[in-house]
């Protein structure tokens, strides 16, 4: 089945710095999502994506669908320390009924220092 | 804005009963869900899609006979896990795709553990 590697598993930064992540696939996606997670809690969607190169905004978080459809990025502007939780790239190539079933990455754990 | 709400939020069972976990979207129609296990520092698996009115779709290596999925109406599927053992503890997360159209919400998931 398809597989999402996720990077780096893990960041710890200083506040105001800029946060990259990335996943990529072994095979192509129609749909790449970004969440975030806090813990004991359930996913909260960030970015969107539907189209092989859009670049998309949320405030300070930027995402890009990568043209080869096989990867996307996820990066945060002047981190905060309520940015801190797990962020999660996921991807669906199902269209359909059956849109909605997810691949989710390995996550990112993210650690803002004040 | 759309939410999907999970109950129990926790629950705590003992090992060899069953229990039920429900997913209902409260200010839309659902006609499908989909349920996801998470260990703890783990990903989300995704273990099956639930279709209201027909049998769910379970993904491979998940016993549709452990984990039963109900989805009698547009607002509410079940998973109830039977005869459940501790290592059936997890995070157990629902999700729902707005019959209108393509986007998805979350719920806020259901601890389980079984001692």
């Known amino acids: ?114 | 804005g759309a939410v999907v709400s999970q109950h129990p939020s926790r629950v705590i069972c003992k090992s060899g009963t069953s229990v039920k976990i429900e997913c209902r979207s409260l200010d839309f129609q659902a006609t499908t869900m989909f349920w996801y296990r998470q260990f703890p520092k783990q990903s989300l698996m995704l273990m099956a899609t639930s279709n209201e009115g027909s049998k769910a779709t379970y993904e491979q290596g998940v016993e549709k006979d452990k984990f039963l999925i109900n989805h009698a109406s547009l607002t509410l599927s079940t998973l109830t896990v039977t005869s459940a053992h501790p290592e059936d503890s997890s995070f157990y997360i629902c999700s729902a795709r707005i019959s209108s159209g393509n986007t998805i919400y979350f719920g806020e998931g259901s601890w389980l553990t079984v001692v």
């Open chain 1, 1 to 114: 089945g398809q597989q999402l590697n996720q990077s780096p598993q893990s960041m710890f930064i200083q506040e105001g710095e800029d946060v990259s992540m990335n996943c990529t696939s072994s095979s192509i996606f129609n749909t790449w999502l970004w969440y975030k997670q806090d813990p004991g809690e359930g996913p909260v969607l960030l970015i969107a994506l539907y189209k092989a190169g859009e670049l998309t905004s949320n405030g300070r978080l930027t995402a890009q669908f990568g043209i080869t459809r096989k990867d996307s990025f996820l990066n945060i502007s002047a981190s905060i320390p309520s940015d801190v939780g797990i962020y999660f790239c996921a991807g669906t190539v199902a269209g359909g009924t059956s849109y909605g079933k997810l691949t989710f990455g390995q996550g990112t754990i993210l650690t803002v220092h004040p």
